[in-house]
């Protein structure tokens, strides 16, 4: 389906998707199965095995490419198999840089997994582009980029990494999972792979577990392709399906997480008790231009700081929520609170949190699409006591 000729929420409804040949099934229907009858060795009817593909599989795959602009998407059984798909095009001796302040897991999968093969990573602050420049050596293969970043919410500009990263003839790697599809869309920005964890936004509903890859050159696309079947980490067509249906909403969730978002910093940005908001759609925030320039809303993730930020206090208010659940993940329909330093982020060492700008008394919120109201007087009591 072409952007140029339907709407977002068109595309939404309808990418991948058409009613099943075999029935006029409206619904993708869930093709739980392993294998495939062949009529004679070597002739089939597209599927194999379900490891290399399967039809719930390939009508997300389809509808990923789609909402990403790209030409090809390849589904995973998690954010992190889809990364670590993707951090295999690598050989030892090969150079990463990537952010300093990224989610947490993808921390560990690339200094506690990769860079025991010989991979070598640098981190560094992508707020200042001479820092990526710095790190550039000759075996500098991959540039891991996060925009909005995962819990402070700072913002990479998508373009002018992607013009750095062409330069020198190094792969742009962004991760969207924190903006979704509908907010932005860095193949068009110029970066050269996308990849989510389709269990936030993507599947928006708290249900499922998944990964996903989009990039428009094919032979990228059948280098990955081949780590996702010869390493096997594939997701199940139920958890395709639940994926496609998200997918249908994620236009209609993300106005309400962008509107609630906004309603939830400005209340907590006056609150007398809190001393910091951190929100990319503030006019003051270090990356506000940035995020309106390439980015169509400023989301539903905030995290902000107490004045009094002692653990106890800090503890008390994590505690006290009766709406907001205290939880890890972010971007399902309902609101979530979470600690980064002993939750999502226990992972990054604490030296290496605290300059980064992460404290220990840092809160972030997935908020949701409840009422915003609601949401308001439920952390206004858990934040007042
Ligand atoms: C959750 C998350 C991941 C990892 O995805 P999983 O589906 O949990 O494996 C990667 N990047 C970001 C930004 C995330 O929030």
Request: charged share 20%; with cysteine; hydrophobic share 35%.
């Amino acid at each position: 389906m072409s952007e140029n000729t339907h709407g977002i929420g068109t595309l939404y409804i309808h990418a991948g998707t058409e009613p099943d040949p075999a029935t006029g099934a409206i619904m993708t229907p869930i093709y739980q199965t392993s294998t495939y009858a062949q009529p004679a060795p070597g002739v089939n009817k597209g599927y194999e095995y379900s490891r290399s593909g399967n039809p719930t599989r390939a009508a997300l795959e389809k509808a990923l490419a789609e909402i990403e602009y790209g030409n090809y998407g390849l589904a995973f059984a998690s954010g992190l198999a889809a990364e670590d798909a993707i951090i295999r095009l690598l050989s030892p001796g090969d150079e990463v840089i990537a952010a300093n302040d990224m989610y947490g897991g993808t921390y560990r999968l690339f200094t506690k997994v990769f860079a025991k093969y010989g991979i070598v990573f640098h981190f560094v602050d992508f707020q200042n582009l001479e820092n990526i420049e710095n790190a550039i050596t000759d075996k500098t293969k991959l540039i891991w980029s996060e925009t909005p970043t995962n819990p402070l919410l700072n913002i990479t500009d998508i373009e002018k990494v992607a013009a750095i990263a062409n330069k020198h003839n190094i792969l742009l790697c962004v991760d969207n999972t924190f903006a979704s599809p509908y907010l932005q869309n860095p193949l068009k920005l110029g970066a050269d792979i996308v990849v989510h964890s389709a269990t936030k936004y993507l599947g928006g509903h708290s249900d499922v577990v998944l990964g996903a890859v989009v990039v428009n050159d094919k032979e990228l696309n059948d280098k990955i392709q081949f780590y996702q079947n010869a390493s096997g980490g594939v997701p199940g067509p139920q958890d395709c399906f639940l994926v496609l249906r998200g997918i249908k909403t994620l236009h209609l969730r993300m106005q309400r997480h962008c509107e609630n978002g906004e309603k939830i910093a400005h209340f907590l940005r006056q609150h007398p008790k809190v001393s910091k908001v951190h929100w990319c759609g503030f006019e003051d925030h270090s990356g506000y231009e940035i995020a309106k320039k390439q980015m169509r809303g400023f989301g539903g993730m905030v995290s902000f700081e107490l004045k009094n930020d002692s653990w106890e206090e800090v503890k008390r208010v994590l505690s006290s929520t009766k709406l907001i659940t205290l939880a890890e993940s972010l971007g399902g329909v309902e609101s979530l609170m979470n600690h980064p330093a002993t939750m999502t982020h226990a992972s990054i060492p604490r030296e290496e949190r605290i300059k980064n700008g992460l404290n220990d008394g840092l809160i972030r919120l997935s908020i949701g699409i409840e009422d915003a109201e609601d949401l308001i007087k439920d952390l206004d009591q858990a934040i007042n006591g």
